[in-house]
C-alpha cells in the first residue's frame, strides 16, 4: 500500500555540518511531495513541496529534489544550525484529501 | 492573510470526561478542514477531514467525533475520554481548489487524560 520511509530516529551533528534525511516513498499516484518542519511543542510547517521530476526546491536553506524514477525526496542543508533542531516529517497527498505522513527523523545539532 | 485558531491551548481531563475541542480559521473561504493526532514525538495521524459544513469523514476511529458546524469551524469530542486519548490535537486546513495539497496547521491543543 501506500507509505512514506524516512531516516529513523536521531540525526545529531554538530553546527556547521551538511545534513541528508532520506525520504522514499510509495504510491500509485503521481503525487505531490511535503517536508514539515514541526519545532518542540509547536505545529509542523511546511518547509518545501514538490510534484516535479528531477528539479530542485528550496527555502530556508533546506533544499530538496523530487527524483521519479527512485521515489525519493531527500531533504539537504550545506551547514546546519543550532536552530535547525526539530522534528522533520516527509509526506505526500495521496488524493482524497489525505496527506500520508513518513514516521518523522529528529535532528538534533550541537554548538 | 489566513489565520488558524485552537481551543484550548492545553486540557487536562479525567477518564470517562466528556471532551470538546475547537478550531476556527479566518481569511479563508470555505476551506478544507483536518484534524490530527500526534503522540509525543510520534507522527501525524488524520483522524477527520471536512470539505463542506455539515460533512465530516473519520479517517481512524479512535472513540471520538467531529462536526463542522459553520464554514470556518471545526469541532472535535467525545463523550468518554480514554487514557489513549493524550496527544497533541492539530486542526488544518487546506485551499479546496488548486494548490498542491499542502496543509496548513493550527497551534494545536495538547491533551493530557489522567
Known amino acids: 500500500g501506500d507509505s512514506v520511509t524516512q531516516t529513523e530516529g536521531l540525526v545529531t551533528l554538530t553546527k556547521g555540518l551538511p545534513v541528508m534525511l532520506n525520504c522514499t516513498y510509495q504510491t500509485t499516484y503521481s503525487p505531490f511531495l511535503f517536508w514539515y518542519v514541526q519545532h518542540l511543542n509547536e505545529a509542523p510547517k511546511l518547509l518545501l513541496k514538490?510534484?516535479?521530476?528531477?528539479k530542485r526546491t528550496e527555502h530556508q536553506g533546506f533544499y530538496a529534489t523530487l527524483h521519479k524514477s527512485s521515489s525519493s525526496f531527500h531533504l539537504q542543508k550545506s551547514s546546519v544550525q543550532l536552530s535547525d533542531s526539530a522534528l522533520y516529517f516527509c509526506?505526500?497527498?495521496?488524493?482524497?484529501?489525505?496527506?500520508?505522513f513518513g514516521k518523522g527523523t529528529v535532528l538534533l545539532v550541537s554548538p | 492573510a489566513q489565520t488558524i485558531h485552537q481551543w484550548p491551548v492545553a486540557e487536562i481531563k479525567a477518564v470517562g470526561s466528556p471532551l470538546s475541542l475547537g478550531c476556527t480559521i479566518k481569511g479563508k473561504s470555505s476551506p478544507n478542514l483536518y484534524w490530527y493526532w500526534q503522540a509525543t514525538g510520534g507522527t501525524l495521524q488524520q483522524l477527520f477531514y471536512s470539505i463542506t459544513v455539515g460533512q465530516v469523514e473519520s479517517v481512524v476511529q479512535l472513540n471520538l467525533s467531529a462536526s463542522r458546524p459553520k464554514d470556518d469551524q471545526f469541532i472535535l469530542s467525545t463523550e468518554k475520554l480514554l487514557l489513549s486519548h493524550s496527544g497533541f490535537y492539530l486542526c488544518?486546513?487546506?485551499?479546496?481548489?488548486?494548490?498542491?495539497?499542502?496543509?496548513?496547521f493550527g497551534p494545536g491543543t495538547r491533551l493530557t487524560v489522567l
Open positions: 509526506a505526500y497527498d495521496s488524493g482524497y484529501n489525505k496527506l500520508t
Open positions: 488544518a486546513w487546506s485551499s479546496n481548489w488548486g494548490g498542491a495539497g499542502e496543509q496548513y
Open positions: 514538490s510534484s516535479t521530476d528531477n
